[in-house]
């Protein structure tokens, strides 16, 4: 090996990964910042995710994040993982450390609240109970951040009711579980409503969950960002709420990925959205 600093390398791991935004977003920030580093996107199967990943840091990589269909996989093959990483039960980020040990972080729920801290300043996670629709992996990073903010409460639907009821199983006595067709009811008071079902998103359903009861003063979120805004966000706009769409989510939760990999905490700006959409 020559004694020429390596270039760092990062990147996604998933399948099918042709799809994936990070690469344009990474690469507009290693741009802007003048780092010299790539980020790659690689499909890689089932079969072969350990090794991959075994392989990776001795070709230069210093991490890589982890998407469909491995995120709960890698929980299995890191040697270090976060607490919050525990919690959800599945990790977007890893982190090779220089003395060989893979380390597991899930971003998800910081990218959540920073993207709605962003989009709804006025937004108060202590302000009222949160209705949250889907009980899947993205669900769970949800429910992790807002109890985490403080959320008196949550109201909790899915489609298949015993995955919630694992949920809130899980996460305590403030996750209050509704059938899916009464998921309509529990919006009435709350102050933050998020999807967090893959409804909305082109070649999908459409959510159809009734919104009569939606007060203007809540916040509505979509985890959907294509279309950036679904059903849901202009059904919400149209009764007067702020809403938030997804997009800013993927973008923050990349921040913390960035800034261990590439040693710059990168701005999450109009530029930096326009290169993701590109
Ligand atoms: P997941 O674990 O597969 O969960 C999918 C969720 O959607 C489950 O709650 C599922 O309900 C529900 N669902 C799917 N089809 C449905 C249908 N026909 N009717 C009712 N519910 C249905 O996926 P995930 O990782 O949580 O991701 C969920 C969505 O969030 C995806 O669209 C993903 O792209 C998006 N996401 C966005 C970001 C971001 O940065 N903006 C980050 C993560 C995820 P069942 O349990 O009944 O199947």
Not at 69 to 76: I, L, R, S, T
Not at 131 to 147: E, F, I
Request: charged share 20%; hydrophobic share 45%.
């Amino acid at each position: 090996m020559s004694d020429l600093p390596r270039i760092p390398l990062a990147g996604v791991i998933g399948s099918p990964i042709a799809h994936s935004k990070s690469p344009q977003l990474h690469r507009h920030w290693l741009k802007t910042y003048g780092i010299a580093g790539h980020y790659i996107p690689m499909d890689v199967g089932s079969e072969d995710l350990e090794q991959v990943l075994r392989t990776l840091p001795k070709a230069g990589f210093v991490g890589v994040n982890v998407t469909i269909p491995h995120k709960e996989a890698v929980m299995e093959i890191a040697d270090l993982i976060t607490d919050r990483a525990i919690l959800i039960g599945a990790a977007n980020t890893l982190i090779f450390r220089k003395d060989g040990q893979i380390h597991a972080d899930n971003t998800d729920g910081y990218g959540f609240l920073e993207n709605l801290r962003a989009g709804a300043p006025h937004w108060n996670p202590a302000a009222g109970p949160a209705a949250v629709l889907g009980a899947g992996g993205a669900a769970r990073a949800v429910v992790a951040s807002l109890l985490d903010a403080g959320a008196p409460e949550i109201y909790l639907s899915n489609r298949t009711r015993v995955r919630a009821d694992k949920l809130a199983q899980d996460f305590g006595s403030r996750v209050q579980v509704y059938d899916w067709v009464q998921a309509g009811n529990m919006i009435d008071d709350a102050a933050l409503l998020v999807n967090t079902t893959s409804l909305g998103m082109i070649g999908k359903g459409e959510l159809r969950v009734p919104l009569d009861g939606l007060c203007a003063d809540t916040v509505v979120t979509d985890l959907v960002y294509a279309p950036l805004k679904t059903r849901l966000l202009a059904t919400a706009e149209d009764m007067g709420c702020v809403t938030v769409d997804g997009l800013g989510m993927l973008l923050h939760q990349a921040v913390p990925a960035f800034e261990r990999w590439f040693g710059k905490r990168p701005e999450v700006d109009r530029a930096t959205r326009a290169a993701a959409l590109r």
